[in-house]
């Protein structure tokens, strides 16, 4: 069965300050597909990153990077430089790649940025 | 481009009663997925519809229903409310009907449903 964990219930930084939020993930697929989502307030899911099993290559889009490990299965996010704008609820999600979109979310860790 | 819209953005419904929750999709896309989000959790798969087809049913009993429409968009239908149902139900569209094409889905800011 596919599960997502995302350790950090809650994480608190100053801003400007850079913060990581961990996603492990257990799928018995080999093919397969991560996403990360952002949750403001206003509720709704923002898309993040799109990620497939077979590219291990970290990817950077401007504050965010990105760290996908296979060996360890994890693929945590990070942000540079945090801003008050960055607080919410950040999901990582898992899906199979060969039929549906039956995405497995993680329970979320709750960023709150103070300025 | 308009993005994914739900409607109503809040219902109030007693236990026992029956909802039906509406979601158009961006245009284009032809799958619709529905999430179920209780507060201070992550969203729970309910259903997948892709050109009208179930695609796939997540672990939720059958009180629960969907479709879609000629035009894509989706309703999801709750029978016999009990207060667990009281939930963020979210809808989400894709261009392709799997993860594996231009998978990511696009959420809706969702439908907030409180039974009493």
Do not use: M
Not at chain 1, 53 to 82: C, H, L, M, P, V
Not at chain 2, 64 to 92: I, M, T
């Amino acid at each position: 069965a596919q599960k997502v964990t995302q350790a950090q219930t809650e994480i608190s930084v100053v801003e400007k300050e850079d913060v990581t939020l961990d996603c492990v993930y257990e799928t018995r697929d080999t093919t397969y597909y991560l996403f990360w989502y952002k949750q403001p307030p206003s509720g709704e899911l923002v898309f993040l990153i799109r990620r497939n099993s077979f590219d291990e290559q970290n990817e950077i889009s401007g504050r965010y990077s990105w760290n996908f490990q296979k060996s360890t299965s994890s693929f945590n996010f990070t942000i540079t430089a945090s801003q008050v704008v960055d607080s919410a609820v950040y999901f990582c999600a898992l899906s199979e790649a060969y039929y549906g979109q039956n995405f497995v979310f993680g329970p979320g860790t709750r960023l709150s940025v103070l300025p | 481009d308009a993005g994914v819209t739900q409607s109503p953005t809040h219902l109030i419904k007693t236990r026992g009663q029956h909802v039906t929750l509406r979601c158009s999709p961006i245009s284009g896309h032809k799958s619709v997925s529905w999430y179920q989000q209780v507060l201070g959790q992550g969203p729970q798969f309910i259903f997948q519809y892709y050109e009208k087809e179930e695609r796939g049913r997540g672990n939720f009993p059958d009180r629960f229903s969907a479709r879609q429409f000629p035009n894509y968009s989706s309703e999801l239908n709750v029978n016999a409310l009990l207060l667990g149902d009281s939930a963020l139900y979210l809808c989400a569209s894709s261009l392709a009907a799997s993860s594996s094409i231009r998978g990511e889905q696009y959420f809706g800011p969702g439908t907030r449903l409180t039974v009493t």
